[in-house]
């Protein structure tokens, strides 16, 4: 049972490029979510989806693009990359549609654009 | 969405008992109280979750007073291994509309020999 899986865990973007990060996850969970962490802060929520085929944005959803065509993946996509988007973004999934229920959180994918 | 408000950051030795409070105002009467542990270059973890009262598990022990507007996370006999940054999330229940999990800046505790 692997969880909640990343992919990559690490990029190297130039500005202006674009690229996907995939997250997977085997729990048949309904509720999954897109954070991005900076230095010494907090999570901050991109955007989140309630199940497939559903997307909404978080606390900061400007410059990043989701989907959701299937109920184990949660794509989230940079159009144009700018250093401002460097950081770790972290995907969870949570079962239940109640806030605060238990999520399960990925490795991370630690990003950097030049 | 109920804003959550902790300490910055918190200071004990190991084999105390360590306490951190977070403070929820405006809790809503369906909003349930999470807390979830995050070590450096990991995602956060699960740890426990109420309603009200005392919810106790393997890991920590979880204290809501009555007016549910805060909640204290009790962690017994510390070590090195629990310093870590704590964030308390409130959210909504039963499909709400704002089903987000949603975290602050969480407390940083250190754990000292």
């Known amino acids: 049972n692997a969880g909640v899986t990343q992919t990559p865990k690490f990029r190297v973007l130039k500005t202006g490029q674009s690229m996907t990060l995939l997250c997977a996850q085997d729990?048949?969970?309904?509720?999954m979510y897109w954070y991005r962490q900076d230095p010494g802060m907090g999570l901050r929520l991109i955007h989140y989806?309630?199940?497939?085929?559903?997307?909404a944005k978080g606390e900061v959803p400007d410059g990043y693009n989701v989907s959701r065509l299937k109920k184990q993946n949660f794509l989230l996509g940079l159009e144009s990359a700018a250093p401002s988007q460097t950081s770790v973004y972290f995907c969870?999934?949570?079962?239940?549609?109640?806030?605060?229920?238990?999520?399960?959180f990925g490795q991370g994918t630690r990003l950097t654009v030049v | 969405l109920a804003k959550t408000t902790q300490p910055i950051s918190m200071d004990s030795y190991e084999g105390q008992e360590v306490n951190i409070t977070c403070s929820h105002n405006n809790i809503a009467t369906n909003d349930y109280i999470t807390w979830y542990q995050q070590f450096p270059s990991q995602g956060p973890r699960f740890i426990i979750q109420g309603y009200k009262t005392k919810v106790t598990n393997e890991v920590a022990s979880l204290f809501i007073p009555a007016d549910r507007k805060s909640s204290t996370l009790s962690l017994p006999r510390v070590s090195l291994s629990d310093t870590a940054v704590y964030y308390c999330l409130v959210g909504d229940g039963y499909g709400g509309a704002t089903n987000k999990l949603i975290f602050g800046t969480g407390t940083l505790l250190a754990v000292q020999p």
């Open positions: 989806s309630v199940g497939e085929g559903t997307t």
């Open positions: 969870a999934s949570s079962l239940y549609p109640r806030g605060g229920a238990e999520a399960f």
């Open positions: 729990m048949n969970h309904e509720y």
